[in-house]
């Protein structure tokens, strides 16, 4: 089995460089591995953007390791890797699944914030908001990403029966993503969580947040989610012992 890695902007030869370490850990593990350009790919060349991916003898199996694609990006990249002999672990029809969140929420939904999704927010939408959240406060998202680092102007909304601040939180929303936006809107029951810090630029609040990765079932990793959130409270609580 092999990785798929993206390569280096400025190097084709080389790994980009967030990707070095679990490069050489997978290396170590004995998996082999290929680089690729990802910015030819969305740029549509897809081709070019393989032409360092050697071909397999036989049919190979690949995990891809990289930045995110859509759903039409991951169908010609999974296309162009099958001619090579080269299947990826993740159809594109699974890929879809896991990454559009309107998916696969009917499998989640009672383990995670209520959602709702419209193709467009009209008036009819918005009074769906209403039936849906009341006056809770939520957060809007695309069907993969938030603009969470525009906390106040682009993402949470302090009361879902609040038109003029729904339509303008959205409106900024759709604004900052652009030719970016994927698929629709997603709002989403907003949760109290353990406060650690605000963000130092966003005045995002930074709560204690666990990313955890599973395979076959079973836990494999757990991280920390804010990183920075946790090194600052760390920090205020040594100033708060020297005092």
């Known amino acids: ?45 897809i081709v070019k953007s393989l032409r360092n991916v050697p071909p397999a003898d036989e049919v190979e199996s690949a995990i891809y390791r990289g930045w ?3 759903p039409s990006e991951y169908q010609s990249f999974y296309d162009e890797l099958l001619n090579k002999n080269i299947k990826l672990i993740n159809s594109p029809e699974e890929y879809k699944h896991c990454h559009y969140l309107p998916e696969s929420y009917s499998i989640i939904e009672s383990l995670t914030p ?19 959240f009341g006056n809770q406060p939520i957060i809007v998202k695309d ?37 970016a936006l994927n698929e629709g809107l997603v709002f989403r029951k907003f949760e109290e969580l353990e406060f650690l810090t605000t963000h130092s630029q966003s ?38 012992l020297m005092k």
């Open 114 to 132: 209520k959602s709702y999704w419209f193709n467009k927010l009209d008036d009819q939408a918005i009074v769906k908001l209403k039936e849906q």
């Open 143 to 179: 069907f993969v990403k938030s603009e969470k680092h525009h906390w106040q102007e682009a993402c949470f909304i302090p009361d879902a029966s609040n038109k003029d601040c729904v339509q303008a939180v959205v409106e900024r929303f759709l604004d900052l993503r652009g030719d």
């Open 203 to 240: 005045g995002m609040p930074l709560t204690k947040e666990f990313r955890m990765y599973f395979a076959n079932g079973k836990l494999v990793q757990t991280f920390d989610y804010w990183t920075r959130a946790i090194m600052a409270t760390w920090f205020q609580t040594l100033r708060c």
């Open 68 to 70: 995110m694609m859509t």
């Open 1 to 45: 089995m092999r990785i798929i890695y993206c390569d280096s902007v400025i190097d084709d030869k080389i790994i980009e460089p967030d990707y070095h370490e679990e490069k050489d850990a997978a290396i170590n593990a004995g998996f082999g591995f290929s680089l690729f350009s990802f910015e030819q790919l969305i740029d549509g060349n």
